[in-house]
């Protein structure tokens, strides 16, 4: 069974930060990417970071760029995202979701886990 297990949110104030942690199982971790996508109310989902397991290239979107790192511990088939620098404006629920390597969208999906960023 496939699991994607997103933890670590959490209230922070602005300027703070968060390390959430992305545990899979029941897939070959070492040849999908993971990604991080967030959704706030009322708003789209945002894909915010995209790590390759094979080879940890990461990428981001403009809004997190600089202040959000993901990371890969393939030994543990976990992916983290440190978020640094907190702004109210990345309060969202936040997913992990894999993409198998070959593949053109993300098919594994978790729950999600609740930042809260207050003012």
């Known amino acids: 069974e496939v699991q994607l297990q997103a933890s670590g949110g959490g209230l922070v104030r602005a300027g703070g930060s968060l390390r959430l942690s992305c545990a899979a199982s029941g897939f070959t971790f070492d040849d999908h990417s993971i990604g991080w996508f967030r959704q706030a109310p009322g708003m789209e989902r945002e894909l915010v970071s995209c790590i390759s397991s094979s080879d940890g290239r990461t990428s981001y979107s403009d809004s997190v760029k600089g202040r959000f790192t993901s990371s890969s511990d393939n030994a543990k088939t976990t992916v983290y995202l440190q978020m640094n620098n907190l702004k109210p404006e990345d309060t969202a629920v936040y997913y992990c979701?894999?993409?198998?390597?070959?593949?053109?969208?993300?098919?594994?999906w978790g729950q999600g886990t609740l930042v809260t960023v207050s003012s």
């Open positions: 979701a894999a993409q198998w390597l070959g593949a053109s969208r993300y098919g594994y």
